[in-house]
């Protein structure tokens, strides 16, 4: 039967699927890139050259990448804390901290790339959102960390 010891162990195997995959793709950025140029920005409106386009957009895959390995690594250490029964303690605030930050730089990161091909602003948008929602919900751990250290010195 499902529980949510299961529901934690598919959580922590998927988060080492994602950063295994994350690394993967960092091997095969450069000949992302190049597709990418060649063969699906001919359609996209843009600001610059897309024949300036394959450096730019290895940089920001890079970065993205490093980023995005950077918050599968806090995600890791929030359910590693969770596992541990320590829910609301300020070391999980600031992983969702931690990731909401990041993810606000992957949308900054995808929105400047968007001048080489506007489909990436779409992209940036929503990093940007799941980072405004991440920025909420450590503000919700926040409080109820502030509200269980009250009650721990009630009792």
Not at 7 to 21: D, F, N, P, Q, V
Not at 126 to 145: D, H, Q, S
Not at 146 to 155: A, G, L, P, Q
């Amino acid at each position: 039967m499902w529980n949510k010891d299961k529901s934690l162990i598919l959580s922590r195997i998927l988060t080492i699927a994602a950063a295994i995959a994350a690394i993967i793709v960092a091997v095969f950025i450069p000949a992302i890139s190049e597709w990418y140029q060649f063969e699906m920005a001919a359609e996209a409106n843009s600001v610059f050259d897309r024949s300036t386009m394959f450096i730019p957009m290895c940089v920001t895959l890079y970065v993205c990448d490093a980023l995005a390995l950077a918050a599968l690594w806090n995600l890791h250490m929030l359910l590693r804390n969770i596992s541990r029964d320590e829910v609301f303690i300020q070391k999980n605030t600031n992983c969702l901290r931690r990731i909401s930050w990041i993810c606000m730089g992957v949308g900054v990161m995808m929105m400047i790339f968007g001048l080489w091909s506007s489909i990436f602003i779409f992209f940036g948008m929503c990093a940007l959102m799941f980072g405004l929602i991440m920025r909420v919900l450590k503000n919700v751990f926040e409080k109820a960390v502030e509200i269980k250290s009250e009650n721990d010195f009630t009792i």
